[in-house]
C-alpha cells in the first residue's frame, strides 16, 4: 500500500498577488482556480514535482464563519503565525538571489545548519513563512 502526499493548503488574503509569487517568482504552474460562494481556491504546483499541489485558499474558507472567527483569522495572518511550508532546493543560494530580486520579504538569509541543510527563509504576500532548504554534502 502506498501513501503519498497530493495537496497540501497555505491560506491567503489576496490571490493575484500570491499568485504572483508562486506562479511567477517561484515559477509554479497553475493547475486550477476555482470560485465559489464568494471565495477562490487556486492550486498550483511545481513542474518538477507534479503529483504534489498547493492549494492557496481563502483564510476562512467558511462561508458560514462567525465575523469573530473570520477577524480572528485575519490577525493570526497579518502576524505571519498560520502557516509554514519547507520547499527542497538544488540550490538554495540561488533561490534566495531569485526571491529576494522579486521583493520577497527575507527572513533569513541562506545559512548551514546543525542538522544537515542550507535554508533560507521568506515570507510570502499573505505573511506565511517559506524555508527553502538544501541538502548539504559532506564536503561543505
Known amino acids: 500500500m502506498n501513501i503519498e502526499l497530493a495537496q497540501c493548503f497555505i491560506a491567503v488574503d489576496d490571490h493575484d498577488k500570491a499568485l504572483a509569487f508562486y506562479r ?3 515559477g509554479f504552474e497553475v493547475r486550477n482556480d476555482v470560485g465559489f460562494e464568494g471565495m477562490r481556491w487556486v492550486t498550483v504546483a511545481s513542474p518538477s514535482q507534479p503529483g504534489v499541489e498547493i492549494v492557496l485558499e481563502p483564510p476562512l474558507a467558511d462561508p458560514n464563519a462567525p465575523e469573530a472567527d473570520r477577524l480572528a483569522v485575519a490577525e493570526l495572518m497579518a502576524k505571519g503565525m498560520l502557516r509554514g ?4 532546493t538544488d540550490d538554495c543560494d ?6 529576494r530580486a522579486a521583493g520577497g520579504e527575507v527572513l533569513q538569509e541562506p545559512m548551514d545548519q546543525p542538522y544537515g541543510v542550507r535554508d533560507c527563509a521568506f515570507r510570502d504576500p499573505a505573511g506565511n513563512m517559506l524555508r527553502f532548504n538544501q541538502a548539504r554534502t559532506s564536503a561543505k
Open 24 to 26: 511567477d517568482v517561484l
Open 85 to 88: 511550508v519547507n520547499f527542497r
Open 94 to 99: 540561488a533561490a534566495f538571489e531569485r526571491i
